[in-house]
């Protein structure tokens, strides 16, 4: 019995070997790598970026990036000095991941790109201060402090419809660590919520940095990953019809009109992107999430974020421009992805086409500042 058993075992395990040196030869996939160079705790943001920082990261699907940050901890490319370059007009930029871009090159952000377009005709500097995980409660903090000690010419907020809208407003956050290892542990009962944190999520966090077959099976096992509640992936709560009435939309349009306050007190003129999840994109996706999530399509208005947004920016005069028209025109006449495959934030093709939409309106609202 027990020779039966090992040999069972060996041929588990070899056959294991043989299949991730298949997938490392034939089908190899980016190793995710979080490297906490990055992020650090901050006791009035939770987190934010290492000042000075100069490390490599691999966020999923996307290859190993550089990241390299100024003395504010704001994204820059590599060898820029900070004091070397006397810019024509200073853009301060607030947003969350999709504006840290993990996924991408510094060159290759929205950010970098519009700067690049516009450059013929003007010296600018980006001030990137996105930092994945934040929130409008963030942006406004962050506005408050930057704009006390320095002088810039325009502010974008770069909106996120997937988490953006927030149902608290918070002033100070405790600091943590946003990227954490996390070790395995005993579950504390039989829930699966605790064999979930003590089991599954600590053998996800070891094999995701070492395991090509692991990953391989990940992202093709997904759906039912999404039916077994063992994935990051989610359905944004704000989609569904019966939270049109919800109080967070009120509470997210009063930081964003804190916002807006903290630029008029210095002039400085302002305005929101509303950035749009790709479920809004892609049909086979939309569709996916419904069925894995069991929930039914009659549940859920995929433009309600966008349409309560709109409404109320326009009662109280914020200013915001939606790029969804144009982005899902260029994805659908050029046959172009906008997201990544594995990871759901833009790749280049999203930052490129979101810039060519934002180009015209930075350079206008710039020359009208002039």
């Not at 019995?1 to 034939?26: A, P, Q, Y």
């Not at 600091?175 to 003590?198: A, M």
């Not at 093709?349 to 934002?358: P, T, Y």
Request: net charge neutral; charged share 25%.
């Amino acid at each position: 019995m027990l020779k039966n058993i090992s040999l069972l075992l060996s041929t588990v395990f070899i056959t294991i070997m043989l299949s991730e040196l298949f997938i490392r030869l034939f089908s190899p996939q980016n190793l995710i790598y979080y490297n906490n160079d990055i992020w650090r705790p901050d006791s009035l943001y939770g987190w934010r970026h290492f000042e000075n920082a100069d490390a490599k990261i691999n966020a999923g699907g996307a290859g190993v990036v550089n990241f390299y940050s100024d003395s504010n901890g704001f994204r820059i490319s590599k060898n820029i000095n900070e004091h070397s370059v006397q810019y024509d007009y200073k853009v301060l930029a607030l947003g969350d991941s999709y504006l840290e871009a993990l996924q991408v090159e510094n060159k290759n952000t929205v950010t970098e790109k519009i700067k690049s377009k516009i450059s013929s005709r003007f010296d600018i500097e980006f001030y990137n201060s996105g930092v994945g995980g934040w929130s409008p409660n963030h942006y406004l903090i962050q506005a408050r402090s930057f704009l006390e000690k320095n002088d810039v010419d325009l502010g974008i907020v770069f909106f996120y419809i997937g988490n953006d809208v927030v149902k608290k407003k918070v002033e100070k956050f405790s600091p943590k660590q946003p990227h954490i290892v996390r070790k395995l542990k005993i579950p504390e009962d039989l829930t699966f919520h605790s064999f979930k944190y003590g089991i599954f999520y600590p053998i996800n966090d070891y094999l995701e940095v070492r395991s090509h077959l692991f990953l391989f099976l990940k992202n093709r096992l997904s759906g039912l990953l999404m039916k077994l509640g063992l994935t990051a992936y989610y359905f944004p709560w704000n989609f569904f019809k019966n939270e049109e009435k919800s109080k967070a939309w009120g509470i997210t349009v009063d930081v964003c009109k804190e916002i807006q306050k903290e630029f008029n007190k210095y002039n400085i003129p302002l305005f929101f992107v509303f950035i749009p999840v790709q479920l809004q994109f892609d049909e086979g996706i939309f569709n996916k999430y419904l069925e894995n999530f069991d929930i039914s399509e009659d549940e859920v208005d995929i433009n309600q974020p966008q349409k309560i947004l709109k409404e109320l920016f326009q009662k109280y005069e914020i200013p915001y421009y939606d790029p969804y028209d144009y982005m899902r025109m260029k994805s659908d006449r050029d046959n172009m992805n906008l997201y990544g495959a594995v990871d759901n934030h833009f790749n280049i093709n999203g930052h490129e086409v979101l810039s060519e939409f934002l180009f015209p309106i930075v350079e206008n609202a710039l020359v009208k500042k002039n």
